[in-house]
């Protein structure tokens, strides 16, 4: 009986084809896994943060005026410069009824923190 090599060396040659085709399959999903979160990581990075100060106060106020001033400084100094953080202040300027209004503005933008 005479032994089929050829067949033999075909389906070997089948074999390694899918293996190596299995391989690349791992190392694509495993680049993308790996790279996934650096392209989070970026796109986070790119979107302007929202930050909402809420004050019972006037905005005319020098002392609210200074606080929000150097509110923004100390962001800037921690690495929010102003291209990376937008600062939204609402004021009810003593007026029960509109720091409800001014709260849901506030809220309507969605921002990423209030601080009251």
Same mark, same amino acid.
């Given at each position: 009986m005479e032994k089929?090599? #050829?067949s033999e060396t075909r389906t070997l040659a089948l074999a390694a084809n899918e293996q190596m085709r299995r391989r690349e399959f791992v190392f694509l999903i495993g680049g993308a896994a790996i790279l996934s979160p650096v392209a989070v990581? #970026? !796109? !986070?990075? #790119? &979107?302007? &943060?929202?930050?909402?100060l809420l004050s019972v106060g006037s905005g005319t106020d020098p002392e609210w005026q200074s606080f929000v001033a150097g509110f923004t400084e100390r962001l &800037? &100094?921690?690495?929010w410069p102003e291209d990376r953080v937008a600062v939204h202040a609402r004021f009810s300027d003593a007026e029960p009824g509109r720091l409800?209004? !001014?709260a #849901?503005?506030? =809220?309507?933008?969605?921002?990423? =923190?209030? =601080? =009251?």
């Open positions: 089929c090599y #050829a990581v #970026a !796109e !986070e990075h #790119a &979107r302007k &943060r929202q930050v909402g &800037r &100094r921690l690495g409800e209004k !001014e #849901a503005e506030l =809220v309507a933008r969605s921002p990423d =923190v209030i =601080v =009251v």
